[in-house]
Nanobody, 125 residues
Framework: QVQLVESGGGLVQAGGSLRLSCTASGSIFRGNHMGWYRQAPGKERELVAAITSGGTTDYADSVKGRFTISRDNVENKVYLQMNSLKPEDTGVYYC???????????????????WGQGTQVTVSS
């Protein structure tokens, strides 16, 4: 069974920090590349950070130097440490397979559309 549960969001002042956690249940996540996505009000969901199964990371320019993604492959958890938060970081944050991994699943004939409920992050100015 595929399940994604995000937590750790909240209301924080600009310059503050939050640490998001994600529990990914299901064999599809084991050893696969993962990412954190953000959906701001009125905007499309965007990838902000990604991590390979081996721990190599990549970040959107808007969060580089402020956010750190990490994972625990034993517990099937993914984390996002967010520092120096800005009002433009406000949105609902989701974890999931990274876009390349989703595309690979779809190439095998599946229609991958599993998303958790997300966790709301609100940064006040």
């Amino acid at each position: 069974q595929v399940q994604l549960v995000e937590s750790g969001g909240g209301l924080v002042q600009a310059g503050g920090s939050l640490r998001l956690s994600c529990t990914a249940s299901g064999s599809i996540f084991r050893g696969n590349h993962m990412g954190w996505y953000r959906q701001a009000p009125g905007k499309e969901r965007e990838l902000v950070a990604a991590i390979t199964s081996g721990g190599t990371t990549d970040y959107a320019d808007s969060v580089k130097g402020r956010f750190t993604i990490s994972r625990d492959n034993v517990e099937n958890k993914v984390y996002l440490q967010m520092n120096s938060l800005k009002p433009e970081d406000t949105g609902v944050y989701y974890c999931n397979l990274d876009p390349a991994a989703i595309a690979a699943v779809n190439l095998m004939g599946h229609h991958y559309d599993y998303w958790g409920q997300g966790t709301q992050v609100t940064v006040s100015s």
